[in-house]
């Protein structure tokens, strides 16, 4: 399975972007990364997916090396609400759909 | 339209007790999945299902069984607790014809401790 790395913490500045980075070396071809957070003890949320292209929705925007090897995920003007744990995951695709195999996550504080 | 939900949210089980979590979707997605969360541990994954009546296990499978008889029920039982288990435990579900392309939906976690 592909593994990610994430850096354990980072913070940013109400209204700023936060830029949260993610290294996946060893994904393949056809896997997907995924970004999820978790705010506090609540199941995590679902934020953005990609393959190979940049994505952008009304949360964030997903950046993806041409080489597949790291993304960032972006969060154009953070706010206090956006403080949480980031999980960037490579959604392994195997019989039955693609497990989420999560990692250790990158806890960003998000600071008035 | 409720998502996933879970209950219970809260439980306390004494080592050697039997318990069943129950997880409700109403999004008709194929796919649901049990993870547990453990300080410093992220979440792993405990089993999952591609679709009414299959089951198969994930990461961490030992100590627990689960069942799909309906596809929008999916149930994860505790035989026989062990303190091991006490973790917080997370369902989620997805719709997908093509394997990694939807995003999971998460429940809102029940807590069990076990004394």
């Known amino acids: 399975d592909a593994k990610t790395t994430q850096p354990p913490s980072m913070d940013c500045a109400e209204g700023r972007a936060a830029n949260l980075p993610c290294n996946h070396s060893?994904?393949?071809?056809?896997?997907?990364v995924y970004w999820y957070r978790q705010i506090h003890s609540q199941g995590p949320q679902y934020i953005i997916h990609?393959?190979?292209n940049n994505e952008t929705n009304e949360m964030a925007s997903l950046i993806i090396t041409e080489d597949r090897k790291s993304s960032t995920l972006i969060l154009p003007h953070a706010t206090l609400r956006d403080t949480a744990v980031y999980y960037c995951i490579v959604r392994v695709r195997v019989e039955g759909g693609g497990k989420l195999i999560f990692g250790q996550g990158t806890e960003l504080s998000v600071k008035p | 339209n409720a998502g996933v939900t879970q209950t219970p949210k809260f439980r306390v089980l004494k080592t050697g007790q039997s318990m069943t979590l129950l997880c409700a979707q109403d999004?008709?997605?194929?796919?649901m999945y049990w993870y547990r969360q453990d300080p410093g541990m992220g979440l792993r994954l405990i089993h999952y299902s591609v679709g009414e009546g299959t089951t198969a296990k994930g990461e961490v499978p030992d100590g627990y069984n689960v069942s799909r008889l309906k596809k929008q029920n999916f149930l994860l039982g505790l035989e026989s607790a062990a303190p091991s288990q006490t973790s917080v435990y997370f369902c989620?579900?997805?719709?997908?014809?093509?394997?990694?392309?939807?995003?999971?939906?998460f429940g809102n976690g029940t807590r069990l401790t076990v004394t």
């Open positions: 999004m008709n997605h194929e796919y």
């Open positions: 989620a579900s997805s719709y997908s014809p093509r394997g990694n392309r939807s995003p999971l939906h």
């Open positions: 060893t994904i393949s071809g056809n896997e997907y």
């Open positions: 990609g393959l190979k």
